[in-house]
């Protein structure tokens, strides 16, 4: 059956670093995949999408990969901010309009 | 321009009973997906409305059902209420769907069954 696994349920990282999470999938070949941001109580908000056919795509200190030969995105958020701290999650399109969502990685960002 | 609304924002049902949760997108977004999120099982795709028809469906049973109105405004309906079905129900609309294009969430429902 199709399956997304993000990398850690968890990470911690100091203010400044990089901060890099990994969402990896089996079964199914997405044309779309992409990233959104979620704070506690709070409905997702879009961050990124990346296609299939791009390697790469950033937007301000945010930057995602996107590998179909190895199943996997990689998700980046460079110079990180306590701010920055919230779960990440990933979604693929199993077809169009339909998504599925990992579930998600918890980014804490210590001062 | 104005967002997703939900409502009501909080709901507390008994089980058995059946609820009707709402969703108002945004201006021009004609698709409206429904989720339903649990500590547990994370956020699970319910099913999908693009101009008043469904698009997709996840793999819920049948007592979860929704609809949408000609101005795009979608309802969920959950019937006999179960404790499992306690969560946070999240509606998302974007232009085209949500695979497609950016999708906007509201802030959802929190549902409690007891």
């Known amino acids: 059956s199709q399956k997304i696994e993000q990398n850690s349920e968890a990470l911690n990282i100091q203010e400044g670093k990089t901060a890099t999470l990994t969402c990896n999938y089996t079964n199914y070949s997405p044309a779309y995949l992409q990233w959104y941001r979620q704070d506690p109580g709070r409905g997702p908000v879009f961050l990124l999408l990346i296609r299939e056919n791009e390697k790469e795509k950033r937007k301000e200190r945010l930057k995602v990969t996107f590998d179909t030969t190895l199943k996997q995105s990689l998700f980046h958020i460079t110079a990180s901010q306590p701010a920055d701290s919230a779960t990440y999650l990933c979604?693929?399109?199993?077809?169009?309009?339909?998504?599925?969502f990992g579930s998600g990685t918890r980014l804490s960002i210590r001062p | 321009k104005a967002g997703v609304t939900q409502t009501p924002r909080y709901l507390i049902k008994t089980r058995g009973q059946q609820v009707t949760l709402s969703c108002s997108p945004i201006?021009?977004?004609?698709?409206v997906s429904w989720y339903q999120q649990t500590p547990g099982q994370g956020l699970q795709f319910l099913f999908e409305?693009?101009?008043?028809?469904?698009?997709n469906k996840g793999n819920f049973p049948g007592r979860f059902s929704g609809r949408q109105f000609s101005n795009s405004r979608s309802e969920m309906n959950v019937s006999t209420l179960e404790l499992g079905d306690s969560a946070l129900y999240l509606c998302a609309s974007s232009l085209a769907g949500q695979g497609l294009t950016e999708a906007f969430f509201g802030q959802g429902t929190r549902l409690t069954v007891v």
């Open positions: 979604a693929l399109d199993v077809r169009a309009s339909k998504i599925i």
């Open positions: 201006s021009g977004h004609r698709s």
């Open positions: 409305y693009f101009s008043e028809t469904q698009r």
